[in-house]
Nanobody
Framework: QLQASGGGLVQAGGSLRLSCTAS????????VGWFRQAPGGGREFVAA????????YYADSVKGRFTISRDKAKNTVDLQMNSLKPEDTAVYYC???????????????????WGQGTQVTVSS
């Protein structure tokens, strides 16, 4: 089971840190990804990390502003979001893909489990 937390309301230019925690299971040969969904839109890839080799992947729209990281001791994956923009406003979901194949990391349909989502709202 995945739990996403850390969302909130922030002004443009501000920062938030999201956390994805797995309960009942330890991340292993997985990819853990963050996706977001704005009202009326589809689930959009934001960032992902492959647990076993720490490879990181980012959407072009967030490169240089967002950083994904893992904490093995806590079994969590965090998303540090800096220089937030109003267009970052969305519900953010974390998901786990058991296969961690690079070509699949960007596709939400390749993920096996999802957390409940956390709202991020960036005001202008």
């Amino acid at each position: 089971q995945l739990q996403a937390s850390g969302g909130g309301l922030v002004q443009a230019g501000g920062s938030l840190r999201l956390s994805c925690t797995a309960s009942g299971r330890t991340f292993n040969n997985d990819a853990v990804g963050w996706f977001r969904q704005a009202p009326g839109g589809g689930r959009e890839f934001v960032a992902a990390i492959r647990w076993h080799d720490n490879s990181k992947y980012y959407a072009d729209s967030v490169k240089g502003r967002f950083t994904i990281s893992r904490d093995k001791a806590k079994n969590t994956v965090d998303l540090q979001m800096n220089s937030l923009k109003p267009e970052d406003t969305a519900v953010y979901y974390c998901g786990v893909s058991f296969r961690a194949i690079v070509s699949s990391i960007y596709q939400p349909q390749r993920y096996d489990h999802w957390g409940q989502g956390t709202q991020v709202t960036v005001s202008s």
